[in-house]
């Protein structure tokens, strides 16, 4: 059980953004070279996270990324389930289960999942660029780590 | 999020062989048949399962597979922690992540891991074969369905 790729870069670029300074905008090139990540990838990771009206994106000289609401607004079991999208555990449909117009296991695993959310929710990005991670973000911007 | 086809055959079998009745046996080729899984994968989880002493297996003609204790002794969180192996919902590794030295949030996933696990922990492999799954299960033995 892992989340996706997609999810992993979507946090990371919402910790990036959390730890920069106010008025501070940071690049897509300058994100992707910092963790290594292809610069497709994020790009699509990124206008995802825009229309859900979570990223501010500014074109043009100057111009870059930052959060477009508080980082104490995001919650991480919202931000996951978001990034996540439609999320079976398990899949029914492939091979095909014999079993699945009258199986329990599907209503267990949501239930637990629910807990997962519920556990999660309980943290936004504030908490999880607290010290150390924060200072830890801050050498990244500047290229130290 | 998904669990593994490992884990998802594994339960599948499991629970197979919740409904069979006292002394009967299942074979691979049969279940092979019935879920449609491939004969090999269907091996490596059944072995992987004998393993763990969750099955009693016997050879020979008139041989088969059960369950090596009672279906309430199965805990479903147990079962799932053990079929998944190691379990890690992102990898820090890959693509390295600069943060990971002070990152706080595979703490927080950790955490909310727990809370999957205690939830599905609240119920045995008994549990989701109760009605109506079980008489799905027996039609499947009859090859009803």
């Known amino acids: 059980m892992q989340l996706t790729r997609f999810t992993d870069i979507g946090l990371r670029v919402l910790m990036y953004l959390t730890?920069?300074?106010p008025g501070q905008l940071a690049t897509i090139p300058e994100i992707a070279e910092r963790f290594e990540i292809s610069r497709n990838h994020l790009v699509k990771v990124?206008?995802?996270m825009a229309?859900?009206?979570w990223l501010a994106t500014s074109r043009g000289k100057g111009g870059g990324?930052?959060?477009a609401k508080p980082p104490e607004h995001f919650r991480l079991g919202e931000v996951v389930r978001t990034l996540e999208g439609a999320m079976d555990l398990i899949d029914c449909a492939e091979p095909p289960c014999a079993l699945r117009q009258g199986c329990r296991l599907k209503g267990?695993?949501?239930v637990a999942?629910?807990?997962f959310f519920q556990s999660?929710?309980?943290h936004t990005l504030r908490d999880i660029v607290a010290s150390p991670t924060g200072e830890a973000i801050i050498r990244l911007h500047r290229g130290a780590i």
Chains 1, 2 share one sequence.
């Open 108 to 110: 267990v695993l949501d």
């Open 65 to 67: 990324l930052a959060l």
């Open 19 to 21: 730890a920069l300074a």
């Open 113 to 115: 999942l629910a807990a």
């Open 46 to 48: 990124v206008h995802f």
């Open 51 to 53: 229309q859900q009206g």
């Open 120 to 122: 999660l929710d309980g």
